[in-house]
């Protein structure tokens, strides 16, 4: 009976599915005969056309998620087969740890029960015994020594062996008690010996969070220090004595190095080095104001650092990082919830390649499998590219890729070959797309961490996985669609400040459209664009939106004591320089703007991109319309690059 309600349950939900479609296939007939002419006749193919390729795209995401559900419980399923055999493992450990204790207090018993046996007497000369009594001893004579057994004799003498048994067993105990009093004495030792470690483990962590406490004290002092000479430089009106002296002071202050700061919690001393760890400048200008503001900044920064490190001292990451790649083995990145919360804890510098070129893997594994090991070299031939219109801008835009960073400062730069490679073999592989503003970035943030080929991948795997449709193409489709995406969710999960940009009719747009076109590598602090791609690379373009909430979360309180659209725009274009609190950030993005369905975020984008769409065909029209109405001119037969210009500024104002 209930087979054969849910076959009629089946059948009733397919008859209402042929229903709908019948129904729907009805109003569109009745829409195409009441049209008129051929042109709204067309209108309808197109909408058609359209609502097609969004549920083309919304099955190709339904089955991607589908695909990575699979995967994921494919992944469960070995890892619990791993520790099936684990736990088996372990049985048979204890089973035979179990055994051997048996066998161990058996013999103690054994031991502890056994009773010296009493010394024989030698039988009398002549004796008789009874020789059916089993043992060596019969009526309690030695048959060793010379006794008579019935009519038979033995001849000979020889030592009482009990007596030595004795003696020896006497020997052994004395030893096992020395033992015993030698193994309590060195239990006692050990243990004594580990209070004082852990004695010592506590003070010297409790001296090096005194130590790493003064030192950020210094830092902060110094840099109000720095400051407040900075403003003390103006002539003052009582004389010119005071003059010299802050003069004097200031000299002092620029000329003195960081050997008289206090020892950090590494015993480094507090100096400051051109370059970060990811080749990043830290300093400013050389003038005497900018060079005192850059060594109060320094100060400044070295001080948030320090605050940083003893909020980690707690538990450190790296020991997680560290044990879950032990755990791991040499088996591929699988991406499951333990691996996610860890991405978002933060990948440490020494593992960060490793994570990413995983992460990557997990897209363009097939595709490489597909081109063959050697492809990426076979598009650096120069045939391929020499008469391609995107080298011209790809040389024009590799010193102004990351201009603060000294692998690609000048064109002897070490990065420079390695960026203009990777950009290059990226042309040739997806002509349509050949090279947009942007990618330069994108390329140079990977290779601080891959080579070449692992680069070009990665611009594959975010261009044509991560990010949507169309994100680089000429129109940057995808990226106005974003957005207004955003705008939306701004909306909704901050809708007060949201409120308040649109009184003051601030455009978010003119902000955060490289924000997302450039993954958060535009002004912002190395430190938060590297946890930004971190998350990106492992989660997908949803991270985009809860980063950039983020950012306006951050200073919500802020922006809504500003007034005036001046005010806002100037704080909104310095703002991402100060976002350097990362795990605020985090904590924002993906804990108080939960829930963040990436469902919710799709459909918002197919309703955003179909108006995207419908703009850029008014706009193609008008434009049709106005080149048909006014002859066109040219000057001496060349476009400039500024109307170039011009038109990329047109596509993403719209």
Not at 420 to 440: D, E, F, T, W
Request: hydrophobic share 35%; aromatic share 8%; charged share 30%.
């Amino acid at each position: 009976m209930e087979n054969e309600s849910k076959a009629k349950q089946e059948m009733i939900t397919l008859l209402h599915q042929q229903l709908t479609a019948a129904n729907l296939e009805k109003a569109t007939s009745l829409q195409f005969l009441e049209c008129k002419t051929d042109q709204e006749k067309l209108l309808i193919l197109q909408r058609k056309n359209k609502q097609l390729v969004q549920l083309e795209q919304l099955l190709r995401e339904l089955q991607g998620d589908r695909e990575s559900i699979k995967e994921q419980f494919r992944s469960c399923e070995v890892e619990v087969m791993g520790l099936k055999e684990q736990v088996n493992m372990f049985k048979e450990l204890i089973m035979a740890k179990d055994e051997i204790v048996m066998n161990l207090t058996s013999r103690v018993y054994e031991l502890e029960n056994r009773t010296p046996a009493e010394p024989m007497r030698p039988a009398p000369h002549g004796a008789i015994v009874d020789c059916n009594q089993s043992g060596d001893q019969a009526n309690g004579y030695d048959l060793t020594s010379d006794t008579t057994c019935g009519n038979s004799t033995s001849t000979g003498t020889s030592l009482p062996k009990t007596i030595v048994d004795i003696k020896e067993v006497d020997k052994l105990k004395d030893s096992l008690q020395a033992y015993e009093t030698q193994n309590k004495f060195l239990n006692k030792e050990i243990l004594e010996l580990n209070q004082l470690r852990t004695n010592d483990g506590i003070r010297e962590k409790a001296l090096i969070g005194q130590n790493t406490e003064m030192e950020a004290s210094y830092c902060r002092i110094n840099s109000k220090y720095l400051l407040l000479l900075k403003e003390l430089k103006a002539p003052q009106r009582d004389g010119v004595q005071a003059d010299d002296l802050i003069s004097r002071l200031l000299e002092d202050a620029i000329a003195s190095d960081s050997s008289t700061a206090v020892e950090s919690a590494r015993t480094e001393p507090t100096r400051f080095e051109e370059y970060d760890q990811y080749g990043f400048s830290v300093t400013a200008g050389d003038d005497m104001d900018d060079t005192l503001a850059s060594r109060a900044a320094q100060f400044q920064r070295r001080s948030d650092e320090i605050s940083a490190k003893m909020r980690d001292m707690e538990i450190s990451l790296s020991v997680k990082w560290e044990n879950y790649f032990v755990n791991r083995g040499d088996r591929d990145l699988i991406k499951t919830p333990e691996l996610k919360s860890l991405v978002r804890q933060g990948i440490p510098h020494e593992f960060r390649a490793h994570v990413w070129k995983g992460c990557i893997d997990s897209f363009v594994k097939k595709d490489r499998e597909m081109y063959g090991a050697s492809y990426y070299m076979k598009l650096l031939d120069r045939k391929k590219y020499q008469h391609s219109p995107a080298v011209k801008q790809i040389e024009l835009d590799l010193l102004r890729t990351l201009p603060n960073n000294q692998h690609y400062l000048n064109l002897d730069s070490d990065g420079i070959p390695k960026l203009r490679k990777v950009l290059l073999a990226y042309s040739v592989h997806n002509p349509m797309i050949g090279y947009c503003q942007g990618l330069n970035r994108l390329a140079a943030i990977a290779l601080l961490y891959l080579n070449e080929e692992d680069a070009f991948w990665c611009m594959i795997a975010i261009i044509e996985y991560i990010m949507p449709p169309d994100y680089y193409s000429k129109t940057l489709i995808g990226s106005q669609t974003d957005q207004r995406v955003f705008k939306e969710l701004l909306s909704e999960k901050i809708p007060r400040l949201n409120a308040h940009l649109d009184r003051e009719n601030v455009d978010l747009s003119l902000v955060t459209f490289n924000w997302f076109i450039t993954i958060f590598c535009d002004n912002i602090p190395a430190e938060t664009m590297l946890r930004v791609w971190d998350t990106f690379l492992f989660e997908g373009n949803k991270v985009l939106f809860r980063f950039g909430l983020a950012f306006f979360k951050y200073h919500e309180d802020k922006l809504l004591q500003m007034t005036g659209y001046i005010e806002i725009f100037n704080f909104l274009r310095q703002m991402p320089s100060t976002m350097k609190d990362i795990k605020s950030l985090s904590q924002i993005a993906f804990h108080e703007l939960n829930p963040f369905p990436r469902r919710h975020i799709n459909n918002k984008r197919q309703i955003h991109r179909a108006q995207v769409l419908h703009e850029l065909e008014e706009l193609d029209a008008i434009r049709e319309e106005f080149v048909t109405t006014r002859p066109s001119v040219v000057v001496d037969g060349v476009m400039s690059d500024e109307e170039d210009d011009y038109a990329v500024v047109d596509a993403i104002g719209n």
